[in-house]
């Protein structure tokens, strides 16, 4: 049931969020597909320099473990340092383990630097960095607390089209059920903005 719901979700937000940018990664184990819309694209949003987004990623550990996101933010340069923008927002997470459902609502902080224009033609280049963290006023049912942390560097070879890599640390905390550690790896992949 889960899995048929979110792929159902990732196909429908995936051409409602093209207007933004689709990205999918990949390790030897896992597979994550993310989609984003951004307020720039939308005229009707374009009333002040904080910009809105929409994000929604699937994660498919493997046969027993997939996790779900679909989170709102806010985004504006961080002021007096260049090329630096911060996101403030929540992020509801399903995730399945081993048959118990875990849900929660953390909030979420994300920092992306890019780096000025180089020389030689070098593309664009960025790094981002990101946390969520629910405790168990924001988990729901039997789940006790959400915390994440990615960290990735991107580059845009060709015009809308960026490779990036990244690590990602996952840990969702039921009641009674140890060890707590979703995922922990490190993934490449690459993002088509539109």
């Known amino acids: 049931m889960f899995k048929k719901l979110a792929l159902t979700g990732i ?29 720039r694209n939308l005229a009707a949003l374009q009333t002040s320099s904080t910009i809105f987004q929409a994000d929604v990623n699937f994660l498919n550990n493997n046969e027993e473990t ?6 709102l933010g806010a985004t504006n340069k961080l002021e007096g340092i260049d090329g630096v923008e911060v996101t403030l927002g929540a992020k509801f997470i399903w995730a399945e383990v081993a048959n118990e459902n875990f849900t929660s609502l953390p909030f979420m902080a994300k920092v992306r630097y890019s780096f000025p224009p180089l020389m ?3 593309p664009p280049v ?13 988990s729901f ?9 990615r960290l990735s560097a991107d580059m845009e ?5 960026k490779i990036y890599a990244g ?10 059920i140890k060890p707590d550690l979703f ?7 690459f993002k088509f903005s539109y």
């Open 11 to 39: 196909m429908a937000s995936t051409l409602l969020l093209a207007e933004s940018g689709v990205g999918i990664n990949i390790n030897e184990q896992d597979l994550e597909i993310e989609g984003i819309l951004d307020s």
């Open 66 to 71: 997939k996790l779900l996101g679909v989170g």
């Open 120 to 122: 030689f033609n070098i």
């Open 126 to 138: 960025a790094i981002e960095g990101k946390v969520l963290y629910a405790p168990k006023v924001l």
């Open 141 to 149: 049912g039997d789940s006790v607390n959400y915390n994440e942390f």
């Open 157 to 161: 070879v060709i015009e809308s089209v």
């Open 167 to 176: 690590y990602r640390n996952i840990h969702t905390r039921y009641v009674g």
């Open 183 to 189: 995922n922990t790896s490190f993934y490449g992949g």
